[in-house]
């Protein structure tokens, strides 16, 4: 058997200078050759397992490009796949062809041959497409829709009611796997969102996947009652009340991780809508280098996230990513030497070392009278969930006056609205001048999979429709647009990207506010010191190849 190190150097992956270098590397770093190629980024995840493939002389597949048969799926259970991961991709003469990602493993190729009933032929994969693959071609949809029929037949008076009641239903019930099916799928297909509407003659189920909504399913009406009763036992919700809305949470583990989800249900004609916001506690512990800030606005709100006291404000939509930015700065500025406490409703993530307060009106616990006692508690640096009314603005105006960070959301479309929003709350000009420090405006736009995306030169008539900056006479950018593949589920996006508007309160933007000038004359001086506009730093990215410009058009007023 050759060894890794001639096969790289005879395929060209490698020089000898390289393949040199790696060998010392490797006796400093004590792994393997081929870790060491990947992890001094010589060689891709992919190179280095195709090699190795050729090492033992077996085949190596990408699954992002090979056409997988259904039917060579269907021949072993899912739960199989997922233990070993491996994956079944093609039947060839008799044949089952099995894609792994540890060839050694002899138990998981006896185990397919014994259940497929068929002899068995690997072939090698990396593990992260093939756990990719695992994801797309093993969904629950097919067995949710089994269960739903399941718990149709089933659906007679007494099972109802028992449904309804949950405490008789045991854990193998078609009702239970259906609602943990339901929200594992979900998670799986990085859902944000959950949404169990009644209809009038069925159920649906919608989720939402980089802020678009996708129908999934649509069950029997009949399995209706025991869905909604199921989601509000889990999620500690009174089954018995279905005249007015209530909220809860309820919390799943998924792949060995805890994740959190909001829900909620609203009354409608056909019954109760439940929809259950998906809390993946990684978003909250992200950096705030990984939410898309290009450098020059990173620097502006660097500058001021790191002052002792001022105002910070994001503003933006619902569903613009507020929330995270904000979580995101507290981790940045989150120390054992300082004290740092939250005032939200609710509280979407649980955040290590720092204190979190859940707004809970019903018990007269508001922002306003939360935000006063928190101040009686020494803090450093103050949260604010979002300013809502004039006494909160006014609590936390104050506060930013008074030595301490403050940072809160606020409902407005571009940043220099928030000096007007602000005003018009009632708070005196000249303090929302000295008090606010930066304000931060959002938007989330999708982001182009970067397995499919590809370049292509727009039109003249294209740029101009779209108010791009270009002017004719120039040379014409190279973009990149769409296309769809199995990555990213055929829509041509997968994940998304924040678009930012960053503007520092200067003394000139000061001025203009105590002397009452409109949001316009603001963004004008806003515009002259350097802020970029919403729709300009999504043409930067645009032109960066990380989105397209249809979604800049579809996101951006």
């Avoid at 629950?140 to 008789?168: H, I, P, W």
């Avoid at 239970?176 to 003659?201: C, F, G, K, M």
């Avoid at 919700?237 to 909220?247: G, L, M």
Wanted: hydrophobic share 40%.
């Amino acid at each position: 058997m050759k060894a890794l190190g001639e096969i790289l150097l005879d395929e060209g992956l490698v020089t000898e200078g390289q393949l040199m270098a790696a060998l010392d590397e490797q006796v400093a770093r004590g792994q393997s050759l081929g870790r060491t190629l990947v992890e001094i980024g010589i060689l891709s995840e992919g190179q280095l397992v195709a090699a190795l493939a050729r090492q033992v002389g077996m085949e190596f597949i990408d699954l992002d490009d090979y056409p997988v048969d259904r039917m060579a799926v269907a021949t072993v259970p899912a739960s199989l796949c997922r233990r070993y991961t491996v994956l079944p991709i093609a039947i060839q003469n008799g044949t089952l062809i099995l894609a792994t990602a540890d060839p050694g493993n002899v138990v998981a190729v006896d185990d397919v041959r014994t259940m497929s009933r068929m002899p068995v032929t690997p072939v090698v994969a990396t593990y992260e497409n093939l756990t990719r693959a695992i994801d797309r071609y093993c969904r629950s949809d097919g067995e949710m829709e089994d269960l739903s029929s399941a718990f149709e037949e089933e659906a007679s008076l007494a099972q109802a009611e028992a449904a309804k009641v949950g405490e008789y239903v045991d854990d193998d019930a078609p009702i239970v796997r259906y609602v943990n099916l339901l929200v594992s799928q979900a998670i799986t297909d990085r859902a944000s969102d959950i949404h169990i509407e009644p209809a009038e003659h069925d159920l649906r189920v919608r989720y939402r996947i980089d802020g678009v909504l996708h129908e999934m399913q649509r069950s029997p009406k009949q399995i209706q009652g025991g869905v909604i009763s199921r989601v509000k036992i889990l999620s500690d919700i009174d089954i018995a009340e279905k005249r007015k809305p209530q909220d809860g949470r309820m919390s799943v583990v998924h792949n060995g991780r805890k994740i959190d989800l909001r829900v909620a249900t609203l009354p409608t004609v056909w019954g109760e809508k439940i929809v259950m916001r998906i809390l993946d506690n990684s978003t909250a512990s992200l950096d705030l280098r990984d939410l898309s800030f290009l450098d020059d606005n990173y620097e502006t709100y660097h500058e001021s996230f790191t002052k002792p006291y001022g105002m910070i404000l994001v503003t933006g939509p619902t569903g613009s990513g507020k929330s995270t930015t904000l979580y995101a700065t507290l981790n940045a500025v989150s120390r054992p030497e300082i004290n740092v406490i939250t005032v939200e409703d609710p509280v979407e993530y649980r955040l290590d070392g720092i204190n979190q307060v859940q707004v809970n009106p019903k018990a007269g616990l508001t922002f306003a009278s939360a935000l006063r006692s928190i101040l009686r508690s020494d803090p450093d640096v103050v949260l604010i969930g979002e300013v809502r009314d004039h006494e909160t603005a006014q609590i936390a105006i104050e506060a930013a006056l008074t030595g301490h960070l403050v940072l809160s959301t606020l409902h407005t479309n571009d940043a220099p609205s928030a000096i007007t929003r602000l005003i018009e709350m009632g708070i005196e000009p000249f303090l929302v001048g000295s008090a606010l420090d930066a304000v931060v405006a959002q938007r989330l736009a999708r982001k182009l999979c970067d397995k499919c995306k590809e370049p292509y030169e727009p039109t003249e008539v294209e740029l101009v429709g779209a108010r791009f900056p270009w002017t004719p006479g120039e040379e014409i950018p190279i973009l990149h647009r769409p296309v769809g593949c199995a990555t990213c589920s055929k829509t041509g996006y997968r994940g998304r990207i924040a678009l930012h508007e960053v503007m520092r309160v200067s003394d000139e933007i000061e001025r203009l506010a105590v002397s009452h000038a409109s949001a316009a004359e603001v963004a004008l001086m806003a515009r002259s010191q350097g802020m970029v506009p919403l729709r300009d730093d999504g043409w930067r990215k645009v032109v960066m190849g990380q989105t397209s410009i249809e979604e800049i058009l579809r996101v951006v007023a």
